[in-house]
């Protein structure tokens, strides 16, 4: 098992920066895949970013993609996703979520853990 915590949502107006935390506890030892997703109300929840257990390997939904960073630190059990540029369609609950397959994948059913979200607010 392993416990995920967000931190890091708030209030932004549109062009600011937010960086989200994603704390890892409980069964840390393996390795695993990290990502982000997010829901917005009345949408399915979406891919948007992913690295590998080393960090070596990054993906991104398109939307995102030059304007998201994702990052860890596994000495802190630790994933991070910085959002500059922010755009009032960037508003939802962010999650992230843990990946203990090896095969790289955007579809939310592949990963095995999740944490509870942190509402990001993008105002125009």
């Known amino acids: 098992q392993v416990q995920l915590v967000e931190s890091g949502g708030g209030l932004v107006q549109a062009g600011g920066s937010l960086r989200l935390s994603c704390a890892a506890s409980?069964?840390?030892?393996?390795?695993?895949?990290m990502g982000w997703f997010r829901q917005a109300p009345g949408k399915e929840r979406e891919f948007v970013a992913r690295i590998s257990w080393s960090g070596g390997s990054t993906y991104y939904a398109e939307s995102v993609k030059g304007r998201f960073t994702i990052s860890r630190d596994n000495a802190k059990n630790t994933v991070y996703l910085q959002m500059n540029s922010l755009k009032p369609e960037d508003t939802a609950v962010y999650y992230c979520?843990?990946?203990?397959?090896?095969?790289?994948?955007?579809?939310?059913?592949?990963?095995?853990?999740w944490g509870q979200g942190t509402q990001v607010t993008v105002s125009s």
């Open positions: 409980g069964r840390t030892d393996r390795s695993y895949a």
């Open positions: 979520a843990v990946q203990a397959a090896v095969v790289a994948t955007t579809n939310p059913n592949a990963y095995d853990y």
